[in-house]
T-cell receptor, first 114, second 116 residues
Framework: KAGVTQTPRYLIKTRGQQVTLSCSPI?????VSWYQQTPGQGLQFLFE???????NKGNFPGRFSGRQFSNSRSEMNVSTLELGDSALYLC?????????????FGNGTRLTVT | GDSVTQMEGPVTLSEEAFLTINCTYT??????LFWYVQYPGEGLQLLLK?????DKGSNKGFEATYRKETTSFHLEKGSVQVSDSAVYFC???????????????FGKGTLLTVNP
């Protein structure tokens, strides 16, 4: 069974630009969660989607948004990039919802904002 | 609010040494507890879990026991290997009142380096 796939692996953007990250969950998983990982703040929860609906949201500004498609694939968008958005963005999928089954993580997208 | 505190790293050990990574939590309900591991250049992988008090999770020689009285979930391994070098995250998962709402909270991670 293929694991969680995140594309691209690396991105370099400049301040003010926007970026879209993609995540393909494990086949059959309907829940996709997104996390931001930085050395200073550790892992911070962005949001969770389940069956195309945002079910939970962390404390990030509105510049961070996401969506989920009918095939459970998810995208995360960050607009008006800031230097502080440089991080590893991790996507995780689970079967019946992140609250009830363990998360399976992708290898992440490393975003660098210059 | 709910939180996880794990020992600051980095932790450096020699091969075959005993490992303990401390983790304590604060939660208003009855969380499930997890240890995840992140190898260099990869995402997190579930290492072990415990869903109720006194449960012991174990995997790949690692163990952790859910201690409600001390609100702890310390990770231990009797004899570490070079291949265990990674970042270890303690996490709690708290199901909120009703429905599918939950809160998954991670500790800041502990970097373990094992030298041959």
């Amino acid at each position: 069974k293929a694991g969680v796939t995140q594309t691209p692996r690396y991105l370099i953007k400049t301040r003010g630009q926007q970026v879209t990250l993609s995540c393909s969950p494990i086949s059959g998983h309907r829940s996709v969660s997104w996390y931001q990982q930085t050395p200073g703040q550790g892992l911070q929860f962005l949001f969770e989607y389940f069956s195309e609906t945002q079910r939970n949201k962390g404390n990030f500004p509105g510049r961070f948004s996401g969506r989920q498609f009918s095939n459970s694939r998810s995208e995360m968008n960050v607009s008006t990039l800031e230097l502080g958005d440089s991080a590893l963005y991790l996507c995780a999928s689970s079967g019946v919802g992140a609250g009830k089954s363990p998360l399976h993580f992708g290898n992440g997208t490393r975003l660098t904002v210059t | 609010g709910d939180s996880v505190t794990q020992m600051e790293g980095p932790v450096t050990l020699s091969e075959e040494a005993f490992l303990t990574i401390n983790c304590t939590y604060t939660a208003t309900g009855y969380p499930s507890l997890f240890w995840y591991v992140q190898y260099p250049g990869e995402g997190l992988q579930l290492l072990l879990k415990a869903t109720k008090a006194d449960d012991k999770g174990s995997n790949k020689g690692f163990e952790a026991t859910y201690r409600k009285e001390t609100t702890s979930f310390h990770l231990e391994k009797g004899s570490v290997q070079v291949s265990d070098s990674a970042v270890y995250f303690c996490a709690l998962n708290l199901q909120l009142s009703g429905g599918s709402n939950y809160k998954l909270t991670f500790g800041k991670g502990t970097l373990l380096t094992v030298n041959p």
